[in-house]
C-alpha cells in the first residue's frame, strides 16, 4: 500500500481490512473494508482520522506516511471527525508515540475521548464554522454533523482544494488494494460499489436518513470537489454522484421507494416455502421484479440492503411454539430499528397444531406503518385453492407496488 496524492498537500491513507470479524459486532465484509484517513500538510500537518489495531492496519498507516516523508512525531494535530473505534482504536498507543499531538473534536467527541481512551490533555474541542490554519494556505474548517452517524460527528472541509473530509458519511463497504480514486475503477466494479455501499448505509446510517438530508443541505453550500470519505472510494471526479446516491438512501424511509419487492422467507419443512411459490408466480405474471433472501441462511446484513429500497415486502414464516418463527422476529425487529417505513406488504405462513404468529407479527410491525394485503395462514400443506388464493395475492402486491 502507498499513500494517494489528493493534491500536492492532502494524501490518502488506507487499510484494507479482510477478516471473518463483523463489521461493528454485527455486519459480515466478506468483501473486505476499507479503513481511509488523509494527510493534509501546511507549515504544520494535521491527520484526518486515524485506524484501529485491526489486521495490523497501524503498521499500514505507519508505512505509508513513511513513504511520503512523514514520522508519526510530524503530526502536529490529529483530527477526529467521529470517534467510532474503527477510527480511534489505535488513539491511545498514537498518542503515547506523539505526546505533543493536539487532538480535534466537537465537544462531544473529545468527551468519549476521555471516556474510551482516559486522555485528558492535548484536546480541543471545536464547534460549527469553527478553522484551523496550517499555514501555506492550508486551512480545516469544521461543520457539525450530528447523528451522521454518532452524535458527535463532523465533517471537515479544506476551502482551497474543495475537498470534503466525510468520515463514515458517504461510504461503503468493499476493500480498494492499489487503487481508491472513483475514475480508477471500472463500470463492473462501480455496480459492486453501488451495492455495496446501500448495505453499508441499510446497516449503519439508515436509522439517521433525517439528519443525513439536514447535512446534506448544510453542505450543500460549499464547493465539494472531492469526497473522501473514512470507507469506499474517494470521489474525485463525481463526487455528485456519491451525494445523489446518499440523498436516494435517506428518502426510502419514507418514500419513494424502488418499484420492486424483497421477498424473506423461512421454512422450516417446506409447507411455507410452497405457499411462497405460488406468491412468487403472481408477482412474475406481473412483471415485476424482485429480490429474494432466506432466513436464518442469509445474514440480515443482506436482507436489510434489499429491504430498505424496495416498495414492497413479502415476509414468509411458519408458527414456531405459539409464536413467529424466530430468526424473522429478529429480522422484523431490525426493520423497525432501521426505519423499513411506509411499505407494501403480505405475510403468509403454515402452522402445526396450532396458529400464534399473528399478534407477534402486528405488535412488532405497527410502527412501520405498512399497508398490509390481508395475510394467508393455513394448516400444514397448502391445498391447490389455498395456492389458487396465494398467487393472486403475489398479483394484487405487486400491483400495489406498480401504483406506488
Known sequence: MKAHAITDRI???????????????????????SLNSYLVKGAKTALIDLVRDWTEAPKVL????????????????LVL??????????????????????????????????????????????????SLDLGEGMVLRFEEAPNVHW???MV?????????????????????????????FSPEEHAFFEKESLRYYANIVASFGLFVKRAIQKLSALDIKVIAPSHGLIWRTNPKTIIERYLKYASYSDGPQEKEICIVWGSMYGN???????????IEDEGLSYTIHRVPNEDVSYV????????????AMPTYE????????????????????????????SWGWVGGAKKEYEELVAPLKWESIEPEEWAGAPDEARLTALREKGRALARKVKEA
Not at 505507519?62 to 494535530?77: M, N, P, R, T
Not at 436489510?304 to 415486502?313: F, I
Open 322 to 349: 405459539y409464536k413467529m418463527f424466530p430468526p424473522m422476529a429478529y429480522v422484523l425487529s431490525l426493520f423497525e430499528r432501521k426505519h423499513v417505513w411506509n411499505r407494501k406488504a403480505l405475510r403468509l405462513g
Open 272 to 282: 411455507t416455502k410452497k405457499g411462497l411459490d405460488a406468491v412468487i408466480a403472481g
Open 11 to 33: 494524501y490518502a491513507l488506507h487499510a484494507d481490512i479482510e477478516t471473518d470479524d463483523l463489521f461493528e459486532g454485527i455486519w459480515p465484509i466478506p468483501e473486505g473494508v
Open 151 to 153: 452524535p458527535e460527528t
Open 304 to 315: 436489510l440492503a434489499d429491504a430498505y429500497k424496495s416498495a414492497g415486502l413479502v415476509i
Open 62 to 77: 505507519e508505512a505509508e506516511l513513511s513513504g511520503i516523508g512523514i514520522a508519526l512525531a510530524d503530526i502536529d494535530y
Open 81 to 130: 471527525n467521529h470517534l467510532e473505534p474503527d477510527h480511534t482504536g489505535w488513539l491511545a498507543d498514537f498518542k503515547a508515540r506523539n505526546p505533543r499531538v493536539e487532538i480535534i473534536s466537537t465537544a462531544k467527541g473529545i468527551e468519549l475521548v476521555k471516556s474510551f481512551y482516559k486522555i485528558t490533555e492535548g484536546l480541543r474541542a471545536v464547534q460549527s464554522r469553527d
Open 156 to 184: 471537515t472541509y479544506e476551502p482551497s482544494s474543495g475537498v470534503l473530509f466525510a468520515c463514515d458519511a458517504f461510504g461503503s463497504y468493499g476493500k480498494l488494494g492499489d487503487r481508491v480514486f472513483d475514475d480508477e
